[in-house]
């Protein structure tokens, strides 16, 4: 990561955790923009509570995408989006939004997601001992979360796409994955990985996802 992708960081104030999917490709410039995952005791904790930031991470997904799209140093027709894991279910909207001000990916991946994610958060409320806190966290997920519904924004975005998916995620619903793959319009390719969710220590398929990513872009963003 250079100076300048530190100082983009640093200025919009976001936390980095980059899973590097593009690998060291000579001219290609990774910018990290990630969320603060919220404490907690377990997962669904955890979940629950970043669930309370969904409309702030969109407004930092956005900012972000503009801001860089209209810096000296790099072709906006060039820029790619990489959302994975959780972020697949929250970029989306961010992404329609910010095709409203002119901006385009030149290619999208969307890896180890899906779509519907009142589906994917609303088990999680289960663990909730407290019924009356329970049926309040339920309610917000069926309201809130339907202004941020990824099948709902999917549809309005434009391709090329590539969808990687492990057949072994034990994290994302199979239907989940699946509504992502089939709200996406053509052109669009999908990678079935033989894997689990990703996971940083797993060189091999962490591998095998850069070589079809650095693919993918070689193919629809003319990168080096």
């Not at 409320?125 to 806190?133: C, G, L, P, Q, R």
């Amino acid at each position: 990561m250079d100076q300048h992708e530190r100082h983009l960081l640093h200025k919009l104030k976001i936390p980095l955790f980059i899973i590097n999917l593009a690998g060291d490709v000579p001219g290609v410039h990774v910018v990290a923009l990630d969320y603060q995952v919220a404490s907690g005791n377990s997962l669904a904790e955890k979940i629950l509570a970043t669930a309370k930031h969904l409309f702030q991470i969109q407004a930092h997904i956005l900012i972000s995408l503009l801001w860089l799209a209209h810096q000296d140093e790099y072709d906006p027709s060039r820029i790619s989006i990489l959302n994975v894991s959780f972020g697949t279910f929250i970029a989306p909207l961010s992404l329609r939004a910010a095709s409203q001000f002119g901006f385009k990916s030149a290619a999208t991946i969307f890896a180890f997601g899906g779509a519907e994610i009142k589906n994917f958060i609303l088990p999680f409320s289960e663990n909730i001992i407290d019924s009356k806190a329970r049926e309040e966290w339920q309610r917000y997920i069926v309201n809130s979360l339907d202004l941020i519904e990824p099948s709902k924004q999917l549809k309005h975005l434009t391709g090329p796409f590539l969808v990687i998916r492990g057949l072994n995620d034990q994290v994302i619903p199979l239907a989940s994955s699946e509504a992502l793959e089939h709200s996406l319009s053509e052109p669009k390719e999908i990678l079935l990985l033989k894997t689990r969710h990703i996971n940083v220590n797993e060189s091999a398929t962490l591998q095998l996802m850069r070589e079809a990513v650095v693919a993918f872009l070689r193919k629809h963003a003319a990168i080096p």
